[in-house]
């Protein structure tokens, strides 16, 4: 069970989007249609963002965006805002009942 | 609204016990998952494992044998023990919630706890 891979960090100005990539084998994020995104400021527990691949949890932003492309998913933020500036993690069922979680990816706003 | 309080012992020498609790307040755990998950100082996320109110439990291969989960539903409270603890279990550790089967993803987070491990 080997970690998520996602870019260590990717930066875009307010008004532009961004994309994060997270990449993992056919024993996770290629077979099951359970990604999830994270976004975590500094400071604080990490808050759902993305559920099962592309859905979104009630009162979080329509500009977050999930999809899905064989073994790698992503997360596409548009509209960047200063609030965006933050970590953001994937995270994938792996089988088995585990989890498996990604590096994580710090976005900057510029 | 479902909050999740945990506590815990902070500082731990090499070969000790961690031992982790974590309270759910505002609404009954029955039928979630708690999850304990780690956050490493260069920032990265481990899932350690996670314990359901009736006691099933699933975990994380790398460190099954050194986990123990419970839990306590009359309280509200599930917990985490890892034994022969080193250097590299330094880390952020979190209890998470999420809402049961098939539903792979943590709605819910604690504080979070810090845990050194230093001689």
């Known amino acids: 069970q080997s970690a998520l891979t996602q870019p260590a960090s990717v930066s875009g100005s307010p008004g532009q989007s961004i994309t994060i990539s997270c990449t993992g084998t056919?024993?996770?994020?290629?077979?099951?249609?359970?990604v999830s995104w994270y976004q975590q400021h500094p400071g604080k527990a990490p808050k759902l963002i993305i559920y099962?691949?592309?859905k979104r949890p009630s009162g979080v932003s329509n500009l977050f965006s999930g999809a899905k492309s064989g073994n790698t998913a992503s997360l596409t933020i548009s509209g960047l805002q200063a609030d965006d500036e933050a970590d953001y993690y994937c995270?994938?069922?792996?089988?088995?009942?585990?989890?498996?979680f990604g590096g994580g990816t710090k976005l900057t706003v510029l | 609204q479902v909050q999740l309080q945990q506590w815990g012992a902070g500082l731990l020498k090499p070969s000790e016990t961690l031992s982790l609790t974590c309270a759910v307040y505002g609404g009954s755990f029955s039928g979630y998952y708690c999850s304990w998950i780690r956050q490493f100082p260069g920032k990265g996320l481990e899932w350690i494992g996670e314990i359901n109110h009736i006691g099933s439990t699933n975990y994380n291969p790398s460190l099954k044998s050194r986990l123990t989960m419970s839990e306590d539903t009359s309280k509200n409270q599930f917990s985490l023990k890892l034994n022969s603890v080193t250097a590299a279990d330094t880390a952020l550790y979190y209890c998470?919630?999420?809402?049961?089967?098939?539903?792979?993803?943590?709605?819910?987070w604690g504080q979070g706890s810090l845990v050194t491990v230093s001689s």
């Open positions: 099962e691949v592309d």
């Open positions: 995270c994938s069922y792996a089988g088995s009942s585990t989890l498996v």
């Open positions: 056919s024993s996770d994020v290629g077979t099951y249609n359970l």
């Open positions: 998470a919630g999420r809402r049961g089967e098939g539903k792979y993803y943590f709605d819910y």
